[in-house]
């Protein structure tokens, strides 16, 4: 006779049940403060079967979220070429990400965002480390100016996304999504590598 070990065996509910664990160590600790083994603890595995469904951390941490994209995709979409052209690049892969089939999982994240403290906590975190952490080193930008510049972009891309798929406010809402590239672009540029005068001190 087999003897029990007290962890959950590999079966359907043993994805969920990491995820509950996960969703709750994130949301308390924070990405970085939270392990695989404390999460794995949690959820009464072994972290092997933590790696077994989600193989790396941030592929977990995604799963938490439900994120339809992994941001890495959309950054290094608007990284890779001309250094002007990078608002526009970035606007682009990110309407087009919501314009996609994936669109509905991703309307469904935003508002799920605002629904409670803990939701709030971990989109936190993935702005952090999945846009913020990720985004800094492939944009070149002076360590000192970053971490600003990155997030004045996201907040923007953010309140497009609410107000154009989740409000719907018109004509936001139905103007086609090259206008918007055209419009809004320059702008997220600005952000990235203009100048900035009033925000960061002059060399």
């Known amino acids: 006779m087999v003897r029990r070990t007290g962890r959950r065996p590999g079966n359907p509910d043993t994805r969920e049940a ?10 308390e600790k924070g990405y970085d403060g939270a392990s695989i083994r404390a999460i794995a603890t949690g959820a009464g595995v072994d972290p092997a079967l933590v790696h077994h469904y989600f193989g790396t951390k941030d592929k977990l941490f995604l799963a938490t979220m439900n994120s339809p994209i992994d941001p890495i ?5 608007a990284t890779d070429g001309d250094r002007d052209e990078i608002g526009v690049r970035f606007v682009r892969a990110f309407l087009r990400m919501w314009d ?9 994240l935003l508002r799920s965002v605002v629904g409670t403290e803990w939701t709030t906590k971990l989109f936190r975190e993935f702005i952090i480390t999945q846009v913020l952490r990720r985004a800094v080193p492939r944009l070149g930008l002076d360590p000192a100016e970053a971490s600003l510049r990155v997030t004045l972009a996201a907040s923007h891309l953010v309140g497009l996304a609410m107000a154009r798929y989740v409000i719907k406010v018109e004509p936001l809402a139905s103007v086609p999504s090259e206008t918007l590239v055209a419009a809004i672009g320059p702008t997220v540029q600005r952000y990235l590598t203009e100048d900035l005068p009033g925000v960061f001190p002059e060399a």
Do not use: C, H, M
């Open 73 to 77: 995709d959309i950054i290094t979409e």
């Open 100 to 108: 996609g089939p994936r669109g509905a999982a991703a309307v469904a």
């Open 18 to 27: 990491i995820l509950a664990a996960a969703r709750s160590a994130f949301a």
